[in-house]
């Protein structure tokens, strides 16, 4: 996500940073470039029109053109106007602790609202917190099949409906349950339409109005942009919701709605689905995003995953030997299984600041690639892995064919070892470039 807008915003960002002195002309020029890279990552126009007013009348106002950096003071006006745009700051979401706390999630069909059932589950569970899954799509059984089977992965119940039974109905039932077997979240997924109408709005209100859930989340396909805005203004001016969950932020939506619904509707986006895994769930932060979206990387989030996926005992003997430069393939494989956990790695890349897509692009690596990987080291011996130098035109023949490779992916492996071992060993050196603005 995000990929064109963030190219074509670094492009015009270096432009302005390479030149020693910026004129008024320079910076129009800059950012009628940047308007229309937000319009082509489907921002609503508004919206588009009045972030470029907000940044240019910041621009002359803070004198950019006889600053000593007046490239980078630019990025950094920006970079405050699209945090602004995203919301500031991370809403801070505390449930009520009673029995049971209910989160009511509504959407369109196949917005993702069941799987991200699953995955709220997950995240509250964190916190303390017993779900309870509540199935009242009393519409399609399949969709109840599916929220059991969601329920499932994660190890939490669900309450389906029963013959003839309404929503409200599955919903009073559950809390019931959720009351005499200690639950004290129920996360109640609902019926979903192609389109908006009624018959769903009539149904939902009835729902909110009998079971007062403490938190109602639409859930918006990212993949959507601008109707993902439509949708979410409707929702909210109809029943009235407290934020957004948008899905599908992995894939390769151009990044519109989740630059423009804070602005149109007024409600934050709360949670964005990053995979279709059930702990594949963040909290959203504005600056964040801003930051991955200019580029800049996102070291706190990549911070985050690996304070969970990584081992400090083992991260701390692969520093060392980074050091002495005494990083070798067994290392890289143990490293990839603990990336893996992580999650996507080219999503884990792009989080580190100055790490470019052509980098991540090379890299080129998936879940099959990875065992590919696995089963080539596997065929080497144990000279070769810790000493790859040596592997020359006969053992990478040896290697393929006892791998089932070619020497084609043998040769691929090596490079991208190359690459990581680099990319790591500036990591640990602390090599890799700072914010575009000095940090501010």
């Known amino acids: ?32 470039e940047i308007r229309r890279a937000l319009l082509s990552a489907d921002v609503n126009y508004k919206v588009a029109k009045k972030f470029i007013k907000n940044v240019q009348e910041k621009a002359i106002g803070e004198e950019v053109f006889g600053s000593i950096k007046p490239g980078q003071l630019i990025v950094k006006i920006v970079h405050d106007e699209l945090v602004k745009l995203l919301g500031e700051e991370a809403e801070r979401i505390e449930l009520p602790q009673k029995t049971p706390t209910v989160i009511m999630l509504v959407g369109l069909q196949g ?77 109640i997924d609902t019926a979903g339409r192609l389109q908006i109408d009624e018959d769903m709005m009539a149904e939902l209100d009835e729902l909110s109005s009998g079971i007062d859930p403490d938190l109602t989340l639409l859930v918006l396909d990212a993949m959507t942009g601008q109707e993902a805005v439509s949708v979410g203004d409707e929702f909210n001016r109809q029943i009235g919701v407290d934020g957004f969950v948008l899905t599908k932020l992995d894939g390769d939506a151009r990044g519109g709605a989740a630059l423009s619904l804070r602005e149109i509707t007024g ?25 991955r979206i200019l580029g800049m990387g996102d070291v706190v989030s990549l911070v985050e995953k690996a304070q969970v996926a ?49 980098m991540i692009n090379s890299i080129n690596m998936d879940e099959s690639a990875i065992v590919q990987i696995d089963a080539i080291i596997s065929s080497m011996t144990p000279e070769e892995k810790r000493n790859p130098a040596i592997i020359d035109g006969s053992r990478r023949k040896r290697i393929a064919k006892g791998s089932g490779a070619s020497v084609r992916d043998v040769n691929r492996l090596l490079k991208q070892f190359n690459q990581i071992k680099k990319m790591y060993r500036k990591m640990t050196r602390g090599g890799l470039p700072k914010m575009p603005f000095g940090g501010f």
Request: with cysteine; glycine share 8%; charged share 30%.
């Open 1 to 32: 996500m995000f990929e064109q807008l963030t190219d074509r915003i670094e492009t015009v960002f270096g432009k302005l940073t390479s030149r020693g002195k910026l004129s008024e002309s320079n910076v129009r020029d800059a950012l009628k």
């Open 111 to 187: 917005s993702g609202k069941t799987t991200t059932a699953g995955k709220l589950s997950r995240f509250y569970s964190k916190s303390g917190f017993n779900p309870l899954l509540v199935a009242c799509d009393i519409h399609r059984p399949a969709a109840a099949k599916q929220l059991e089977i969601v329920g499932k992965q994660g190890g939490y119940p669900t309450t389906v409906f029963k013959q003839g039974e309404s929503p409200i109905g599955v919903a009073i039932r559950a809390r019931q349950e959720a009351r005499k077997n200690g639950h004290n979240l129920m996360v």
């Open 267 to 291: 409600k934050p986006i709360l949670f964005v689905g990053t995979g279709e895994k059930i702990e594949a769930l963040d909290r959203f932060y504005p600056d964040r995003m801003a930051n």
């Open 310 to 358: 990584f081992d400090e005992d083992k991260a701390k003997k692969i520093e060392k030997k980074l050091r002495k430069n005494k990083f070798d393939l067994n290392d890289f494989r143990e490293q990839l299984d603990q990336l893996r956990n992580m999650g996507p790695l080219d999503e884990i890349l792009a989080m580190i600041p100055g790490v470019k897509k052509s």
